[in-house]
Structure formats: C-alpha cells, structure tokens
C-alpha cells in the first residue's frame, strides 16, 4: 500500500515571549490499495503549544515542552474519530556556528479500530534525534533517526531514517523537504 498526503501544514504563532500556538493539518491523503480499493480523503487537525522552558547556556541545552491534541475533524477512514493528546520534551544544543544537535523524547496516544470495529486508545513512545547544518543563510540540511516504541499498543518499534532540506523564504516562512527509509519491520519501508 502507498500513502500520499498534501500538503502537510504546521503554522506557528507567538503568543507570548515563551509560547507558541501551533496549528496543523495532516493535508488530502489518498491511498493505493495493493487489492485495488483506493480511499482518499481529508486527515485530522491538530492544535498545540510550545513553551521555552530555558535558552541553552554552556554545556545545558536550550529545552521546551511541546503539548499537541489531534482533532478528528478528518474524513472517514482518514481520522482516528477521536482527540489524541501527545506531548514531548525537547532539548537543543549549537555545536558550531553551522552545525547543530536536537533530540526530543515524548508519548502519544492514538485510537485504532480492532479487527471488531471497536476503538482503542493506545500509546507509544516517541523520540527523535536531528543533526542539523547550515548551508547558506536561508538553506539548511538535517539528517535524523526518529521513532515509535509501543507502551500500551501492539507489534513493535518502527525506527526510521531520513534527510533533507529546509529553505527559509520569508524570516516567518520555511518550507521543509525530507526523504527516508524504514529501519525496523514495523517502519515504512521508504517515504518522501
């Protein structure tokens, strides 16, 4: 089966110093069914904050908290038909001028219809390790391993790999381009 979804949005605005409003949506999604069903439609919407815990000084990275809460304002087949919490911490360090090191750690929690047709909500963690570089003043690379580890959901962890670019158009608007390649059995196998 292959997905598709676009586009992906994340909007963010300051409210405060400190904090930011985050608002995304998950874009069209389609479907190519490997038996012939296609299925395509609106995904979920999600809102969140983030809050600067503390600027990162000396050896101490810069940390935050993220909060998210997915709406299931998606179409059929393409919502979870519940709100879905998550959370993460994140930590950041500047290695060089160019050069830079973020890792965050957080869980999520996520409905999924058994073979019944009856929901569950169910939780994995999640972490993300990024290296980050600056290429030119607007362009910048990453390459990251990221992933998924079952706490009260089933199978196991879906470890991932990916690179790209981001190209910084306006001071307040980036675009962000990635491609990747599943690690484990229960990652993708490739995505872009």
Known sequence: MRTNAIPEILLRIGLVERLELRLGFS????EDVDTGEDNEGLGDTEVGTKLLLREEGGFLPGAAFLTRLSLPTGESGFSSERADPSFAFL????LTDRLSFGYNMGAVWGAEEDDSGNRHTLSVFRYTATLGVG?????GGFVEVFGDV???ASGGPANLFDGGFTYLIFDNFQIDVASGVGLSHEADDWFI
């Open 27 to 30: 874009g069209y999604v389609w």
């Open 91 to 94: 930590f950041s360090h500047t």
């Open 150 to 152: 079952p706490l009260s």
């Open 135 to 139: 290429l030119m003043e607007r362009l």
